[in-house]
């Protein structure tokens, strides 16, 4: 008997091969799957082949007529495999979007976001008040020297300012500054007039902590020099300022006495039923001007000093200044 194998044996089983490739390709749940299927028919030692090696009994005739039905086969099935494995490339592809997609209507997971410190933004509030009326921004060192503290400002030996209650002075004539009036004496030896200037800052006293008093406490210096300015021009700018930062707020000018201005005011703001002190002001000293080589007989102008607690305290209604360095989050978060 004849066991060698016919040419449309060989097809036949090609054909049969196909089908039942194509069947198992379709119905592959997964890469993984049809990898496997790929080696099961098309590897080396896969159906395929074993199906090519009874070509060997074939004539030199037929065996061309196999091979091209073979590689047929083998193309048709590479391409359905190929096809099906960029299917489910694309399908787990759009999954993975999808499942990533952002909610942007989503509630937040509530991460805490900081802001800045009441007080700091208080001082910057002021600070733009000036810059709108067209001040420029100077500051100055806490560390400051007798000189520029006191003796340029018009404050004598014997003023109670320089008392050691108040002040902390440290080694040699240093000391740290007990206000921001110095730093008009620093920008008026470096800057002719006109000037106009906010200095904002900290400033040291040696005061008992109370609901009123701190140790530490802000301070924003206002100093415009110029010819033929006058109270006037100080009561405007200072109303205007206050206008915009308190809104209608009553507010009254009361004199009182500076070394370093003449005539000088403190001016009130009434608050909770009471007048409450926000600043000191007055018209330069001359004595000043004297004293850094500006002639008075020409240059004038005013000077102010803010306490930036108070004006904190009045706009955000709180009572106690304590709150204001205690850093508790749960106080500070309200503003
Ligand atoms: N330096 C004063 C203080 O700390 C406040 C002050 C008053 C500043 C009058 C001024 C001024 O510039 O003109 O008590």
Known sequence: MDTSITISQLIDQLDVLETEAVSVIEEAADTDVLNQIRVEFLGKKGRLSKILGGMASLSGQDRPLVGKRANEVKKTLQDLLETRVEKFKSEALTALLT???????????GIPSGHRHPLI?????????????????????????DENNFTALNIPEDHPARDMQDTFYLEGSMLLRTHTSPVQIR????????VRIVAPGRVYRRDAVDATHSPVFHQVEVLAIDEGLDFGHLRGTVSTFL?????????????????FTEPSA????????????VMGCGLVDPAVLEGLGLDPSRWGGFAAGLGVERFCMVRHE???????YTSDLRFLDQF
């Open 99 to 109: 499942r990533e997609t952002v909610d942007v209507s989503a509630p937040s997971s």
């Open 121 to 145: 933004r208080t001082t910057e509030n002021i600070v733009d008040l000036f810059a709108g009326l067209g001040y420029r921004v100077a500051e100055g060192p806490e560390l400051e020297t």
């Open 266 to 277: 403190e001016v009130d703001v009434q608050w909770r039923g009471r007048w409450l002190e």
């Open 318 to 324: 709180i009572d106690d200044i304590r709150r204001l």
């Open 187 to 194: 920008y008026l030896k470096e800057n002719r007039p006109p």
């Open 243 to 259: 206008k915009a930062f308190f809104g209608d707020l009553p507010v009254r000018f009361r004199a009182s006495y500076f070394p």
